[in-house]
């Protein structure tokens, strides 16, 4: 790999648009829905590709631009450019470059500092033991209601767009209307 390849890689960026309600029943009938969708509208290749990271994915087609609010350069020649579509339970998280704060949606305070590992493993298995317990207000919330800073999303559904960098509004609430329900954004960068 050469050194603008490697340094290219260093700024790969992500945004994933998370169904936080789905239930895993449901993920591939609505990944096909998405799929429809946005091959329909030219925005991405039905076909699955080797364009995501550690996975396949669908490549960009030629409409994708009408969904960006910005096109970046050379973006159709490089990679990953393409859109993962996870269908099983997952943390939709910012890259690995840490959190700031996570905080009690009862009385705000900052908890990044208590133990959150086994909630986070509760919450994978399903059970129903997510439930962590602020150390100020003592009152005790799932997991997934905490406000993550930055932004978390906990689903059993998500678009993961690689490099394709910020959406439209309009598309946004479009993606809404086709899955019907409230997304949840996360920006990531790995
Ligand atoms: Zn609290």
Known sequence: MSLNEQL?????????IVYEKANLADSQELADRIISFLT???IIHKELSDCVL?????????????ILEKQYEGFLDSKPNGLEIITERSVFENGGNGLEQV??????????????GSALENWYDNTESDLV???????EN?????????NWGFGDFGLIFWNWGKFKSEFLIELEKVIGTELTIVYGKL
């Open 40 to 42: 329909e509208k030219k």
């Open 54 to 66: 550690g996975s396949t994915g669908h490549k960009p087609a030629e409409n994708f631009g009408s």
């Open 133 to 139: 317990k602020c150390s100020n207000c003592l009152s």
């Open 103 to 116: 905080n009690c949606p009862n009385c705000g305070q900052n908890q990044i500092e208590e133990d959150w």
């Open 142 to 150: 799932p997991i997934t209601k905490f406000n993550f800073e930055p």
């Open 8 to 16: 290219k890689k260093v700024s790969d960026h992500y945004t994933s």
